[in-house]
């Protein structure tokens, strides 16, 4: 089956300070996802980003669909950035399902 | 626009009992899904609703698991026999065709 792979797994961030994350995957997919599931486990939608560049805010996403990554850039970090970021791919296979990734863990410290 | 909204929020049971769990998505999505996400993992897909229609259930959803959603709308997650290794938060998601994919709060569930 279709490999996402996120990195760094973990990272922790100066308040103020850039980030970039990383998303891998390993076969041609519909779309893909980028959420945030905040410490108290919601999670939040936010990117939807087959391909191209997106900004919201201080939030900024990438996709290159062909060469299979995505990247989630963070700027002037917060504490309130602090959560897991998952990417979440949909098959090109016809089938509507989203696979998620393991995560990348941030933690911003005031 | 009210949200995904999953009930109940937390569910304590014995092994061996059945539980259901209900999700009513955003009023205009026509697709749900489940997801399960236990300590640590990414949210894992067990089955997707297009509409009414099951079109897809995943390869580890035992027999003990049945989703339904009737006449399109809410949709219910129903665990029977229940398991140890079936405690884990229990996701809903909706979204309408190629939009994006809005979750609820999720229901936690501990099996004792």
């Not at chain 2, 339904?68 to 398991?83: A, C, D």
């Not at chain 2, 939009?99 to 004792?112: A, D, E, K, M």
């Amino acid at each position: 089956g279709i490999q996402v792979e996120q990195s760094p797994p973990d990272l922790i961030l100066q308040e103020g300070a850039n980030s970039t994350l990383r998303c891998n995957f390993s076969d041609s997919v519909n779309n893909l996802q980028w959420f945030h599931q905040n410490p108290w486990g919601q999670l939040i939608n936010l990117f939807y980003i087959p391909s191209g560049t997106k900004q919201n805010g201080r939030l900024s996403a990438t996709t290159v669909a062909t060469e299979r990554y995505s990247l989630l850039y963070i700027s002037s970090s917060q504490t309130t950035d602090s959560g897991v970021y998952f990417c979440a791919v949909e098959l090109k296979d016809s089938s509507y399902k989203l696979i998620f990734g393991s995560g990348t863990r941030l933690l911003v410290r005031p | 626009d009210t949200g995904v909204s999953q009930n109940p929020r937390h569910k304590i049971t014995k092994r061996g009992q059945n539980v259901t769990f209900r999700c009513d998505p955003i009023s205009e999505h026509n697709r749900l899904y489940w997801y399960r996400q236990t300590l640590g993992q990414g949210p894992e897909f067990l089955t997707y609703f297009q509409n009414e229609a099951q079109l897809e259930k995943s390869r580890l959803l035992s027999d003990r698991f049945s989703a339904e959603r009737p006449k399109g709308s809410f949709s219910t997650l129903e665990i029977q026999r229940t398991e140890q290794g079936d405690s884990a938060m229990y996701l809903c998601a909706s979204s309408y065709f190629n939009s994006p994919l809005h979750f609820g709060n999720g229901t936690r569930l501990t099996v004792t």
